[in-house]
């Protein structure tokens, strides 16, 4: 084993049966072991890898970590081990999302699932610490292979990139393995939206009885969770606001709003003022009576409202495109915006904590293109 003498910390591994053992010619591939020695705990940190390059990008991160805070001794755990004790902590609330709130349910059971799906079958059994950035990219290569989407691709990625940041937090692992891959493009977002138009015709067309709950989402914007727990005593059409501070998950039940700007204030504009009265006045639910329930006490379920509200805009005459409660939720940013009001604003009123996704949900209507080019029109025509 020899040291590479234009670079320090690193050296090279002959095999056994390598000619430099004796002539001094290699005739094998040798790998490169590189390493840093951490103050703090007083000892090397080693890792191999197959090539020079690689050696020394380990080695140039590894440094910088060391100087910022030094490097603890790495952990034995394997990534399925990680796996299991970060889910563990999740849901336990002591692991907290980035921005510091705890985890969704319905997110870590997904993320859960992805990890022993599609994660622990290939990488489960490799200690987190010999985790390399080539090993999660042959994972990415695999799942592309059989045929999941770029989407699908990417979000089973996500727990495993949490564990390791997790890890990483922890001086447990000192360069990301999930960092610089290259991913499949995600699919196109979804970006069906109604017209002002055609939302009041979706909403006619269905039975009086479930107006009420998609003109909440076209003119409130509420998520389906949000919809799902709506209490009578949260909508106050005195103060015409309805207050938002709980969401339905079918596993937990009532559970906080997905983040701490999920609990919020909603205007209720006036034409949705109108559908929630006649509601509440035909159903006669009150206080902690569930708005849009079944029954007073029971969610509904979002199967059986798309099924029954997808025969009604099918059978209308003419037929009508359906649409969904999400995207329902991305017509209300638009209208919104189109309207005038402030993304700032209307982030506060759909609960996003940042503009850069109140913006994702923002699509053009068709008469803001026609508007745009009759200005162009009108410019060239004056220019001319």
């Not at 994702?360 to 026609?370: A, D, F, Q, S």
Request: charged share 30%; glycine share 8%.
């Amino acid at each position: 084993m020899t040291t590479v003498r234009s670079h320090p910390g690193i050296r090279v591994r002959h095999r056994q049966d390598c000619r430099q053992r004796t002539d001094g010619r290699c005739n094998c591939d040798p790998a490169y072991e590189a390493w840093v020695f951490d103050r703090r705990s007083g000892a090397k940190v080693r890792k191999t890898f197959p090539s020079l390059a690689e050696a020394k990008g380990w080695r140039t991160d590894t440094l910088a970590q060391a100087r910022r805070g030094g490097l603890n001794r790495s952990t034995r755990r394997t990534v399925r081990e990680s796996g299991e004790a970060w889910l563990e902590g999740a849901k336990g609330r002591a692991v907290l999302t980035r921005s510091g709130n705890p985890y969704k349910p319905s997110a870590l059971r997904s993320y859960e699932s992805d990890l022993r799906r599609h994660v622990y079958p290939e990488l489960g059994g490799t200690r987190l610490t010999d985790l390399e950035r080539r090993d999660v990219q042959a994972l990415v290569d695999q799942l592309v292979g059989q045929g999941f989407s770029g989407s699908k691709v990417r979000n089973a990625l996500v727990p495993l990139r949490a564990v390791c940041r997790h890890a990483i937090e922890r001086d447990e692992l000192h360069v990301n393995p999930t960092s610089n891959l290259r991913l499949p493009a995600p699919a196109e977002p979804r970006d069906r939206i109604a017209t002002p138009a055609e939302a009041a015709a979706l909403l006619e067309a269905l039975p009086a009885d479930e107006r009420a709950l998609w003109a909440t989402a076209f003119y409130g914007g509420l998520r389906r969770g949000e919809l799902r727990a709506l209490a009578c005593g949260d909508v106050d059409l005195k103060g015409a606001v309805i207050r938002v501070h709980r969401s339905w998950d079918d596993v937990e039940g009532y559970v906080d709003p997905k983040s701490k700007k999920g609990t919020r204030e909603v205007p209720i504009p006036g034409v949705l003022r109108k559908y929630l009265a006649e509601h509440l006045a035909r159903t006669g639910r009150r206080g902690s009576d569930l708005v849009f329930g079944k029954r007073s006490a029971t969610p509904f379920t979002s199967n059986t409202v798309r099924r029954h509200a997808a025969k009604a805009w099918a059978e209308h005459e003419p037929p009508l495109a359906a649409i969904g409660l999400h995207e329902a939720r991305h017509t209300y940013v638009s209208l919104m915006h189109e309207a005038g009001v402030p993304l700032e604003t209307i982030g506060d009123f759909v609960g996003h904590s940042s503009t850069w996704m109140t913006d994702r949900y923002r699509h053009l209507l068709p008469e803001t293109r026609n508007r745009a080019a009759a200005k162009l029109d009108a410019y060239l025509a004056a220019s001319r």
